[in-house]
């Protein structure tokens, strides 16, 4: 006699199911059937919640924050991809030094084929992808000095065997003007939000690898310029990001150590910044071309969508301080739970 419906491997679960109704003793089978579906449910949603919070929440004490009790002293944050959005920018610059290219190969007689492998090489030369019309994660584009960005634009031009030198470069890119100035800030309420922390008795610094010109015309256009305590960009550096040169100058301004600061940056040139220079706390958003794989590789504690998680983080975890701040931001607060923090 047969009491339990006999199965074959090798059927399909929708046929399986099918037998079911087909067996006499359906009601019984079907009762641990789906038992058994609301166990597996169950656990799975206490995994689910479990992965979330350990994702989201927990903290890694030897890597997060190293000493006990740690809060910033300064926040250095970057410029371009951290409080300003650079993409159109960075978007249009492309545009026009490809077209500056285009005409140049035109001038000189070259084919198309020919045109199309030195414009490619250009591109290949700063970090530019073509097929998304975007720079690439934490490219020279995206992470270096315009010094740096032309150099590198020359050689590729004069390597894919293009007549031109550093200086007809540079007059190309100098002809376009500031191009980070019109950037729009990240977040809406920059101020308000850059408030809250010089309440909290924190200083605010820039550190950034675009020139003093266009950083000056951000600060002023973002309404921010008497907010920031110290600034240092591309064209006054010895050495630019991700030497921790920029860092160490902004701390002997401020007469604070590395390890009494937070760096904030969207790429892997700012958490390696602050990894060489053994930054407090370092964080990554991803509002700018750095991905959370790349950011948490190079040196980030923690990673972000965007920098107003920063008031979420230091008020969860007790980062702040100083004084009870008085202004009252929780209209433009948002949910922590994205947050995620690298792994021990
Ligand atoms: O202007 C650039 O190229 C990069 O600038 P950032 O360091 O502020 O990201």
Wanted: aromatic share 8%; charged share 20%; with cysteine.
């Amino acid at each position: 006699m047969k009491d339990e419906p006999e199965f074959d491997d090798a059927v399909d679960p929708h046929s399986r199911a099918r037998s079911f109704h087909d067996s006499t003793c359906y009601g019984r089978v079907s009762k641990h059937y789906y038992l058994l579906q609301f166990v597996c449910f169950t656990l799975f949603v206490i995994a689910a919640i479990m992965t979330a919070s350990t994702e989201s929440f927990s903290v890694n004490q030897e890597v997060f924050f190293p000493p006990k009790k740690w809060s910033p002293k300064m926040i250095v944050f970057d410029k371009d991809g951290t409080l300003g959005d650079c993409t159109p920018a960075l978007k249009t610059w492309c545009q026009k030094m490809t077209n500056n290219v285009r005409k140049k190969c035109v001038d000189d007689g070259r084919s198309p084929t020919q045109t199309q492998l030195i414009v490619s090489q250009f591109h290949q030369s700063i970090g530019w992808d073509a097929n998304i019309d975007n720079v690439l994660p934490s490219a020279p584009l995206s992470a270096g000095t315009w010094d740096g960005i032309v150099q590198l634009s020359a050689e590729g031009l004069m390597k894919a065997g293009l007549d031109v030198d550093f200086d007809q470069v540079r007059e190309w890119h100098e002809n376009l003007g500031d191009i980070h100035a019109c950037d729009a800030p990240l977040i809406p309420h920059l101020p308000d939000f850059l408030k809250l922390f010089k309440h909290h008795g924190i200083m605010i610094s820039i550190c950034t690898s675009d020139d003093r010109r266009s950083t000056n015309a951000c600060m002023e256009n973002w309404n921010i310029l008497d907010l920031i305590d110290y600034s240092i960009c591309g064209d006054e550096v010895v050495e630019n990001k991700p030497s921790a040169h920029p860092l160490m100058e902004l701390c002997g301004r401020a007469g604070i150590m590395p390890h009494e600061c937070m760096v904030v940056g969207d790429t892997s040139a700012d958490t390696q910044m602050g990894r060489n220079s053994k930054a407090g706390l370092i964080v990554g958003v991803l509002t700018g071309s750095g991905t959370e794989r790349q950011l948490l590789d190079t040196g980030a504690h923690v990673i972000l969508p965007n920098i107003s998680y920063i008031k979420d983080l230091l008020e969860n975890h007790d980062l702040f301080n100083g004084s009870e701040s008085d202004v009252d931001s929780t209209e433009n607060s948002v949910s922590l739970s994205p947050i995620k923090i690298r792994a021990g």
